[in-house]
Nanobody, 123 residues
Framework: QLRLVESGGGLVQAGGSLTLSCAPTGSTFTINKMAWYRQGPGWERELVAAIPSGGSAIYTDSVKGRFIISRDYAKNTVYLQMNRLKPEDSDVYYC?????????????????WGQGIQVTVSS
């Protein structure tokens, strides 16, 4: 089965930088949009950044100018470079990707979530 594997989380001092990475493993697939979410203050997870295949990145207002999302298409990897981190950025971050599977009769699109990775920013 398909998995999204996240890495790069941890503890960092305020004002510092951290880069998250995410790559899939486990099956034959095509990746469409990739994104990073975080848990946020409520029940619904909030979008941090997203980047479709061949498209432009989007960011939530609170991270604009500080975070950069990028993709290495050859490695099927998405990155989230987080700069000038603030304590309020502390959260569990989730990698999210939309997949299609060539062997399917209907060629549906499926959304997969990583297990989440902790980012803690100290003041």
């Amino acid at each position: 089965q398909l998995r999204l594997v996240e890495s790069g989380g941890g503890l960092v001092q305020a004002g510092g930088s951290l880069t998250l990475s995410c790559a899939p493993t486990g099956s034959t697939f095509t990746i469409n949009k990739m994104a990073w979410y975080r848990q946020g203050p409520g029940w619904e997870r909030e979008l941090v950044a997203a980047i479709p295949s061949g498209g432009s990145a989007i960011y939530t207002d609170s991270v604009k100018g500080r975070f950069i999302i990028s993709r290495d298409y050859a490695k099927n990897t998405v990155y989230l470079q987080m700069n000038r981190l603030k304590p309020e950025d502390s959260d569990v971050y989730y990698c999210v990707a939309d997949f299609t599977f060539p062997g399917e009769y209907y060629q549906g699109e499926y959304t997969y979530w990583g297990q989440g990775i902790q980012v803690t920013v100290s003041s």
